[in-house]
């Protein structure tokens, strides 16, 4: 038995259908689109006034298992993840230990389909223990199922290093993902260093610190001919010299943050915690600079850094507070909010930036699209429904957000894992249980 | 006017009237201290816990006699040794404090925003004493008495705040305070202990010292840390003692009456020569006798209870 | 409703029977100093110190008193009241100090003001020099010097008013005032 969804809109990276179909999806595929189904044989979702995407991937975020397992665990994780109406997500490998063997690979991954309500890949490290001293052992880690690696939390600092990484990765078939911040120019800042910084008497993080990563990977990826992603762009001049990489065909990709197209340092002139975060949050005028680059395709995807942190640790002095904050659960409202809703990306691209281009980075070729044989992941949205966002509400272990009271228009309404519904606010759909 | 705030944490908070109530009044309270009994009896039954984090013996000793000079009573916490270390919660630490019915809790910290945190989530009433590059406000007002006190007013006068801007919560305290009471400003020093954007508060930013003795009626010079800046930001001390220390031959080109700040301690031959800091210019002293009248206008007017006046006559 | 109780000249007159009454209790004005309390106690001082020169030939030292740090209220009132200078400029040691002030009403205000002086040092004798004297004390003290006993009841005001204080011809008047709000200066 199937399930059906009827009434679809369905929106792909390419386009937004001109008018509603019913979807198949048997034994975890996308078995058919259009045509009519039998409502007897088949359990029924209807769809109509909603717009139905592609099951959402976010390439980045933070799951805390192994070894922080009061801030968030696969399970949690995978919760939250499902309401926010992702399908696949990779996490970050800062656990502790660090994801840089294939023990704790498969562990993970194992934990995630025991949880089932989304799929978690893990993305290894780049160096042993993200110590930036040796590399890991590739091989491994892609037969374990790694498809990415990162040092995220920080830069491979040492370029004779990258460079080494980047040659062997190459060869191995892994994507690079570089966390862009040299950690001597950042210096211990915990905010942006600008006007801000400089009144709250805060430690600065200058943008430049940013900025000479991207360029320094961007010459590495010319030179070597290899390819890498740069992770959680928040800066007006990365957004420039990746513009400049791409026009001459250098293989760099990049992601940016709901975060970092919505907030400004602003948002910490009361010493809110919730708004510190690593990379910080910049000015308007780099806000400016992530949308324009979202647009015109500079910055390939949509990600959330998903980085929950427990109360007690959120409730530190502002120097001492952890950087990071959640975002599997608002990274859908705030893009249509800010981005859908401005003008600034149509549904289409919605679609490529949520998960037809993560897919395409990853090699996750059986994601991405709502297309006959493809994974019957599906995300299904009201674009229309307006709603704020509750701490009682959060599915996530932590509630680190500063987004809590934000009115926010568009809400995922079902989540769809490979042809079952791992989360709905409809009642009486039978989930796997999401709250 | 009256006062109506219950915590002290920053002059940017303060309207330009609040900040000359609080000059005005700790001029009572300076006559006060020159008693022979140096004490009133204004807060006696208030408790007051001075929260240090960081090593203070000035702002601390002065804290200290004003808030006795006021007969509170007190209770110095150095949590500056065991307890900072990493992860430990200020505001669990606070807390703890507040539950033993404290009326108002005076604290110093290495970590800006700390009053902040203390003012948003606990019930005592909150005086920052320095949180760190920040703020240091009863430092900024027990200032700009010293520069009212030698001149009559702030309002029209050219001061020059000296040394390193960046790190210093002093000046930023001054520079706001300051630019409230009109006051023209100039920061200087060297260009790696400047701020970028320093302009946007309002003050003017110069490189050379000799432009800035000239024009200054009063001439601010910071505390250089020496720990901290000797590694990246400076070449060396010597060469900021050359050409940011103020020695006598320097004032040769000052105003007549020029007056000459330090918040202590100072650095003898980095910011300032001996001379200068012993001789006729300085107003080091008076700046620490200053201090407790100041330190005691601002508790007695922070500790204004609730319930409604009863008739004296 | 207003009325009218004492006016300049009766002021003026029962300020210099003060006068004389002071010095003839102290036997002239050796070691003699008025202390006025702010406000209008201060003003009062002044004129007593003037009725005495003009019969003595004397002018006697005078101190301005402000007791804002000694109310007993201080933890009751809603906000801070102002406080201002005080100015004894000479030793109180063995001196016979009068201490003046406008109304003597509940008698808080001079129990505050003699734990003030006494932290000043230690005087041969108080006394107590009062331009009015209302009643309803509520603290053992009393007058040494009168200028007009009005009996009142508790929902009056009496206000005295003084050109140096009021921008208004002295006078002393009584309102009926409703139910008293009660935050007035001590």
Known sequence: ???????????????????????????????KIGGSFDGKSHEVIDAAGKLVFPGLIDMHVHFREPGREDKETIETGSRAAAKGG?????????????IDNCMIVESIIEEARRVGLCNVIPIGAITRGQKDDELVDMFELKRAGCVALSDDGKSVVNSHLMRRAMEYSKMVGLLLIEHCQDPLLSCGGVMNEGINSMRLGLKGDPGVSESVIVGRDIEMAQY???????????????????????????KVTAEACPHHFTLTDDAVKHFDTHAKV???????????????????????????????HTAEEKELDFDHAPFGMIGLETSVGLTITELVEQRILTWPQMAEKMSQKSAEILGLASKGWIKEGMDADVTIIDPNEAWEVRKDDIASKSQNTPFIGRQLKGKVVTTILAGKVVYSTTPGVITSGVK | MEWTKRHLLDLEGLSQEEIELILETAKSFKEVSTRDVKKVPALRGKTIVMLFFEPSTRTRTSFELAA?????????????????????????????????????????????GVPHLLAKNLQASIVNAGDGCRSHPTQALLDMFTIKERFGRIEGLNVGIVGDILHSRVARSNIIGLTKLGANVTVCGPS???????ETMGVKCSYRLE??????????????????????????????????????????KAKKGIVIMHPGPTNRGVELSAEVADGEYSVILDQVTNGVAIRMAVLYLLLGAKEPAVVLA | MTTKIMDKDSIRRALMRIAHEILEKNKGTENLCLIGIRTRGAFLAERIRECIKQIEGQELPLGILDITLYRDDLTKVSVQPVVHETTIPFDLHEKKIVLVDDVLFTGRTIRAALDALIDFGRPATIQLAVLIDRGHRELPIRADYVGKNIPTSLG???????????????????????????????
């Open chain 1, 1 to 31: 038995m199937g399930l059906v969804i009827k009434n679809a809109i369905v929106v792909n990276a390419d386009k937004i259908a001109s008018k509603p179909q019913d979807i198949l999806l048997d034994k975890g595929k996308i078995a």
């Open chain 1, 86 to 98: 992702f399908t696949t997500v990779l996490c970050m490998p800062n656990t502790t230990p660090v």
């Open chain 1, 224 to 250: 070597l001919d290899a390819r890498v992603h740069l992770a959680h762009m928040s800066l007006k001049r990365s957004v420039e010299l990746i513009r400049f990489a791409k026009s001459q065909g250098i």
């Open chain 1, 278 to 308: 690593n990379p910080p949050l910049r000015t308007k005028e780099d806000i400016e600079a992530i949308k324009m680059a979202l647009k015109d395709g500079t910055i390939d995807c949509i990600v959330t850094d998903h980085a929950p």
């Open chain 2, 68 to 112: 006795k000079r006021l007969s509170a009573d007190t209770i110095n916490i150095a949590a500056g040794g065991t307890s900072t270390t990493k992860g430990e919660s200020v505001l669990d630490t606070a807390r703890n404090i507040e539950a033993m019915n404290v009326d108002l809790i005076i604290v110093r910290h290495a970590s800006s």
């Open chain 2, 192 to 198: 790696t202990l400047m701020p970028r954007d320093i």
């Open chain 2, 211 to 252: 432009e800035v003795i000239e024009q200054s009626d009063c001439l601010m010079l910071l505390r250089l840390q020496l720990e901290r800046q000797t590694q990246k930001f400076l070449p060396s001390i010597r060469e900021y003692a050359k050409e940011f220390g103020v020695n006598k031959a320097k004032l040769a």
């Open chain 3, 156 to 186: 009056q005001d009496i206000n005295v008013m003084l050109e140096e204080a009021d921008q208004h011809a002295d006078q002393v008047v009584i309102d009926q005032s409703p139910a008293k709000a009660g935050q007035g200066e001590p």
